[in-house]
């Protein structure tokens, strides 16, 4: 589930129910076998349940995870509330030391650049973003998953209440060596400390000489949000134009020094999910495998969880295609700001508890990279009309593993969760088992030749 180029593709892919009485039911669906035994069925039995997802890799030294970066306290009438919590480590902008004498300091700015894809809901409502100093190192050689957070200290350097507005561009003034400069981008700009700021230009030479001594002065900034909210901002650390300015002069003529989140900072967000109360909450783990509806939520939500524990009837049969279908639930009346999920994977849960997503993903990324997620595997919201109703559907091609799962290799259960969940705050209903649009698995194949 990690982006980048094909090998990271790749990589991170790597990390990554509708009951009946009768195993299989081969009636008009199956069409009658001609010469060569051809054959089709639609009807096999499929469990779905909604599962707490666990931990996962938001951040690896050895590979870029996630791009986007997630800030919010979002409340979800149907899926509960969620924190998203960014921790980010900041390194020397540039090589050149900086020349502090006889100057004056003016102020010290953190800018985030928007990734206006990733903002999601409802967010345009007056928040609170906070900023605070990090007492606890980041260590870029180590791994972190998504609900590691590190000790910070309780007063704020920085805080802004806003009207989060992430598509409009601002417009600042900026001095690289004494040159002025307006910039015009899509950025959200918080004033620091001004007590931290003169702390850095009043530091020892030493700490300008090499990242690991100014890593030890200044540890780097969790941002989090005070205020409840209806939806949740992202913002793109990695941008060039994400940083925090120094500004300050000397006689009459200003100067700024940047501190960047580079390629080689440590980089995370933390996520706590509270469902207590919320309309998913009854779904989640339920016992019950005929329920109408199951959620997927991105972040470390929830996943889908598809049983099909009678697939191994067709143990005789070489599988020519196999896909997956599973139709959303939309509710009434809802804004189109909550948009369902864009792309979803399909997993499986190794015996180390790894969730490894299946072949049929990992040939589709290792053939076209993303483009080819889509042209090969599917998980791509669709949209067909059934008696001139028009409904979404994720299709999937699953052929490789359903063969698989024919053989007994593999485990009967798939997991549905989505794509690059690290950095998606989407979430979807779907039709589960007891409902009018239950998943379907749709199968063409041949007889085997004993």
Same mark, same amino acid.
């Given at each position: 589930?990690?982006?980048?180029?094909?090998? /990271?593709?790749?990589?991170?892919? *790597? +990390?990554?129910?509708?009951?009946?009485? =009768?195993? $299989?039911?081969?009636?008009? %669906?199956?069409?009658?076998?001609?010469?060569?035994?051809?054959?089709?069925?639609?009807?096999?039995?499929?469990?779905?349940?909604?599962?707490?997802?666990?931990?996962?890799?938001?951040?690896?030294?050895?590979?870029?995870?996630?791009?986007?970066?997630?800030?919010?306290?979002?409340?979800?009438?149907?899926?509960?509330?969620?924190?998203?919590?960014?921790?980010?480590?900041?390194?020397?902008?540039?090589?050149?030391?900086?020349?502090? /004498?006889?100057?004056?300091?003016? *102020? +010290?700015?953190?800018?985030?650049?928007? =990734?206006? $894809?990733?903002?999601?809901? %409802?967010?345009?409502?007056?928040?609170?973003?906070?900023?605070?100093?990090?007492?606890?190192?980041?260590?870029?050689?180590?791994?972190?998953?998504?609900?590691?957070?590190?000790?910070?200290?309780?007063?704020?350097?920085?805080?802004?209440?806003?009207?989060?507005?992430?598509?409009?561009?601002?417009?600042?003034?900026?001095?690289?060596?004494?040159?002025?400069?307006?910039?015009?981008?899509?950025?959200?700009?918080?004033?620091?400390?001004?007590?931290?700021?003169?702390?850095?230009?009043?530091?020892?030479?030493?700490?300008?000489?090499?990242?690991?001594?100014?890593?030890?002065?200044?540890?780097?900034?969790?941002?989090?949000?005070?205020?409840?909210?209806?939806?949740?901002?992202?913002?793109?650390?990695?941008?060039?134009?994400?940083?925090?300015?120094?500004?300050?002069?000397?006689?009459?003529?200003?100067?700024?020094?940047?501190?960047?989140?580079?390629?080689?900072?440590?980089?995370?967000?933390?996520?706590?999910?509270?469902?207590?109360?919320?309309?998913?909450?009854?779904?989640?783990?339920?016992?019950?495998?005929?329920?109408?509806?199951?959620?997927?939520?991105?972040?470390?939500?929830?996943?889908?969880?598809?049983?099909?524990?009678?697939?191994?009837?067709?143990?005789?049969?070489?599988?020519?295609?196999?896909?997956?279908?599973?139709?959303?639930?939309?509710?009434?009346?809802?804004?189109?700001?909550?948009?369902?999920?864009?792309?979803?994977?399909?997993?499986?849960?190794?015996?180390?508890?790894?969730?490894?997503?299946?072949?049929?993903?990992?040939?589709?990324?290792?053939?076209?990279?993303?483009?080819?997620?889509?042209?090969?595997?599917?998980?791509?919201?669709?949209?067909?009309?059934?008696?001139?109703?028009?409904?979404?559907?994720?299709?999937?091609?699953?052929?490789?593993?359903?063969?698989?799962?024919?053989?007994?290799?593999?485990?009967?259960?798939?997991?549905?969760?989505?794509?690059?969940?690290?950095?998606?705050?989407?979430?979807?209903?779907?039709?589960?088992?007891?409902?009018?649009?239950?998943?379907?698995?749709?199968?063409?194949?041949?007889?085997?030749?004993?």
């Amino acid at each position: 589930m990690k982006l980048g180029n094909l090998l /990271t593709l790749v990589t991170i892919v *790597s +990390l990554l129910a509708v009951s009946c009485n =009768d195993p $299989l039911f081969l009636g008009s %669906d199956l069409l009658k076998q001609d010469q060569v035994g051809l054959g089709y069925t639609d009807t096999i039995s499929m469990n779905t349940t909604t599962i707490r997802q666990d931990t996962f890799q938001v951040y690896n030294p050895s590979v870029k995870l996630i791009d986007a970066f997630l800030v919010g306290n979002y409340n979800d009438t149907h899926f509960g509330k969620t924190k998203a919590t960014t921790y980010l480590q900041y390194r020397l902008g540039t090589t050149q030391f900086p020349d502090f /004498t006889n100057t004056k300091f003016d *102020s +010290l700015v953190l800018g985030m650049v928007y =990734d206006t $894809l990733k903002v999601y809901g %409802d967010y345009a409502k007056e928040t609170t973003l906070n900023v605070f100093a990090l007492n606890e190192s980041m260590v870029s050689t180590s791994s972190y998953v998504s609900d590691k957070s590190f000790n910070a200290d309780p007063s704020p350097i920085g805080s802004l209440t806003f009207i989060p507005n992430p598509t409009q561009k601002i417009s600042f003034t900026e001095y690289h060596s004494g040159v002025k400069d307006t910039i015009n981008t899509n950025q959200m700009r918080i004033r620091l400390s001004d007590q931290l700021g003169m702390q850095l230009m009043s530091a020892p030479d030493s700490v300008y000489k090499t990242n690991d001594n100014f890593l030890k002065f200044f540890k780097g900034i969790k941002i989090s949000a005070q205020s409840e909210n209806n939806g949740m901002l992202s913002f793109l650390p990695l941008d060039l134009r994400s940083k925090i300015s120094l500004f300050y002069s000397r006689n009459d003529t200003s100067f700024q020094y940047d501190f960047i989140v580079s390629s080689l900072s440590a980089r995370t967000v933390a996520f706590e999910h509270d469902y207590a109360g919320a309309f998913v909450e009854k779904y989640i783990n339920s016992s019950n495998k005929s329920d109408s509806l199951a959620f997927l939520q991105g972040m470390q939500g929830t996943l889908v969880k598809v049983e099909m524990p009678y697939i191994t009837a067709l143990k005789d049969k070489i599988v020519n295609k196999a896909e997956l279908n599973i139709y959303v639930k939309e509710f009434a009346g809802e804004s189109p700001l909550f948009r369902s999920v864009a792309n979803v994977l399909l997993s499986e849960k190794k015996d180390s508890g790894k969730f490894v997503s299946i072949n049929d993903v990992l040939v589709a990324i290792s053939v076209g990279g993303e483009s080819g997620l889509s042209k090969f595997f599917g998980g791509t919201l669709v949209e067909e009309s059934v008696n001139g109703q028009k409904r979404l559907k994720y299709k999937m091609d699953i052929s490789s593993h359903i063969q698989k799962m024919i053989k007994g290799s593999v485990d009967q259960s798939l997991y549905l969760t989505v794509y690059r969940r690290g950095e998606s705050a989407n979430r979807v209903a779907l039709y589960g088992t007891g409902s009018v649009l239950p998943p379907q698995l749709k199968i063409t194949f041949t007889d085997s030749i004993q």
